[in-house]
C-alpha cells in the first residue's frame, strides 16, 4: 500500500519555467490537498479538491493551478515560477468526513 | 490571518521530562482537532486528534487536552525520549469540506 506519491522529490526551476507536480493516491479518499511548507509558516493550503471534477482555493492559491485528473490523481502546476514559490511541497489525501489526511513524501522545490 | 496559533515555536527538554504544546483557535465551527508529527525529510503524519465532545485524549505517551470554552488545546508528551525529536502541528477542521487548517509547528528536540 503506497499511500500517497509525489513525483519528483526534488526540483531546481529557473524564473518563468513551468512545471506540474503530481500527486496520487491509492486509498480511494475522495479528498486531496496541496500544501506548501515554509519556515516558520507552518503548511499553508494552495489548493484542495474534495471530489472528482471540483477543486477550490485555499489560502495561497495565486500562481498556481491545479488539476484533479480523476479520483487518484491531483496535479498542482506552476505555470511562471517566482522565487516566492521556493517551498517545500505537500499533496495530501482524506475521506470526507473530517478525519485522518495523509501526506506524501514533499518535493522540494527551489527556483532561482 | 492565522485561524490557528501555535507556540512555543521550539522546545527543549530534557529525557524523561514532560513536552507541552500549546495551540489556540477562533472558529467554533471546528470539529476536528489533530496533531500531526513530522522528521526531517518527511511529511507529517497523523500522532493523535480529537473532537470536542471530550476534554481529554491519551494514547500511550500523548495525551490532548482540549478546552472548548477557552478555545484553546494542547498537546502532552509525558516522558519524553530522543525520538521524539520532531516538528508538531496542530490542526483544525470542520465537518463536510474537511479543510484542515494547521498551526505554525514547534520544534521539539529531547536531550538526552
Known amino acids: 500500500n503506497a499511500g500517497v506519491t509525489q513525483t519528483p522529490k526534488f526540483q531546481v526551476l529557473k524564473t518563468g519555467q513551468s512545471m506540474t507536480l503530481q500527486c496520487a493516491q491509492d486509498?480511494?479518499?475522495?479528498?486531496m490537498y496541496w500544501y506548501r511548507q515554509d519556515p516558520g509558516m507552518g503548511l499553508r493550503l494552495i489548493y484542495y479538491s474534495a471530489s472528482e471534477g471540483t477543486t477550490d482555493k485555499g489560502e495561497v492559491p495565486n500562481g498556481y493551478n491545479v488539476s484533479r485528473l480523476n479520483k487518484r490523481e491531483f496535479s498542482l502546476r506552476l505555470e511562471s515560477a517566482a522565487p516566492s514559490q521556493t517551498s517545500v511541497y505537500f499533496c495530501?489525501?482524506?475521506?470526507?468526513?473530517?478525519?485522518?489526511?495523509?501526506f506524501g513524501q514533499g518535493t522540494r522545490l527551489t527556483v532561482v | 490571518q492565522q485561524q490557528v496559533k501555535q507556540s512555543p515555536q521550539s522546545l527543549i527538554v530534557q529525557k524523561g521530562g514532560i513536552s507541552i504544546i500549546n495551540c489556540a483557535y477562533e472558529?467554533?465551527?471546528?470539529?476536528?482537532f489533530p496533531w500531526y508529527q513530522q522528521f526531517p525529510g518527511k511529511g507529517p503524519a497523523l500522532l493523535i486528534a480529537?473532537?470536542?465532545?471530550?476534554s481529554e485524549k491519551k494514547e500511550g505517551r500523548f495525551t490532548i487536552s482540549f478546552n472548548k470554552s477557552a478555545k484553546q488545546f494542547s498537546l502532552h508528551i509525558m516522558d519524553s525520549q530522543p525520538g521524539d525529536s520532531a516538528t508538531y502541528f496542530c490542526a483544525a477542521s470542520r465537518g463536510t469540506g474537511n479543510q484542515f487548517y494547521f498551526g505554525t509547528g514547534t520544534s521539539l528536540t529531547v536531550i538526552p
Open positions: 486509498m480511494n479518499h475522495n479528498s
Open positions: 472558529n467554533t465551527a471546528f470539529d476536528y
Open positions: 480529537i473532537r470536542p465532545d471530550v
Open positions: 495530501a489525501s482524506s475521506t470526507n468526513r473530517g478525519t485522518e489526511a495523509f
